[in-house]
């Protein structure tokens, strides 16, 4: 049973150097965004995409976790079985920090899964490069990431976690691919950490009405910023 449910995205890793489709302006060294990140461009040119996830799975071998990478895997410590994290970042710089009830929504760039038979394995920091699945020898094998235009498993793990939850923490998330509010709706406590508010306007209206109305807390600065202010929320709702 989790009390703690935090739910995170780019802006946790952003701080490590890790760069992001959304801040990219649709080109990603020269890649176009929607042709790496979605299942036409998949379809259209699987070498050409591979050579990208190859890029980016090179690049995090010297990225380090930052501060409130580190401050999450102390949080598992200090509150054990009492906090469950999903975030939707490809990297393993939580799992670098020390992290370990950690679910990756989108999957992680250090795994390559058969498309034959779904079998996933760790490939680490290599290149793809003519791999095969170890389970049933089949060529077909893709980089581990959820594109556009497929369904992501995982997102069960999100209804479970709130289920248990008492503090719902977005972090670092813009809640444009995953809308946070209905979890904060749920939550007995909620609080919303990003860099930005964001300026989009929703159905709902603005995105910071929409965010105001139904989070407890806001802090809003960069992860690395937001760790103190953060960790004296949960002691005090922890306390009481
Ligand atoms: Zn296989």
Sequence with gaps: MSKIFILSGAGLSAESGISTFRDSDGLWENFDVMEVCSTQGWAKDRDKITNFYNARRADLEDKEPNKMHHYLASLEEKYPNEVIHLTQNVDNLCEKAGSKNLVHL??????????????????????????????????????????????????????????????FIALGTSGQVIDVVPFAKEAEQSIYVNIKREEYVTMFGSFEEYIDTYFTDKVIAPATQAVDELDALIAKYMKS
Aim: charged share 20%; hydrophobic share 30%; with cysteine.
């Design 106 to 167: 989108h999957g992680t760039l250090l795994d390559l899964r058969c498309e034959a038979c779904g079998f996933v394995w760790e490939i680490g920091y290599a290149p793809q490069n003519d791999d095969f699945c170890y389970k049933c020898q089949s060529h077909n094998v893709r980089h581990n990431v959820v594109m556009f235009g497929e369904s992501a498993p995982n997102y069960r793990h999100l209804y479970n976690s709130l289920d248990a939850c008492e503090i």
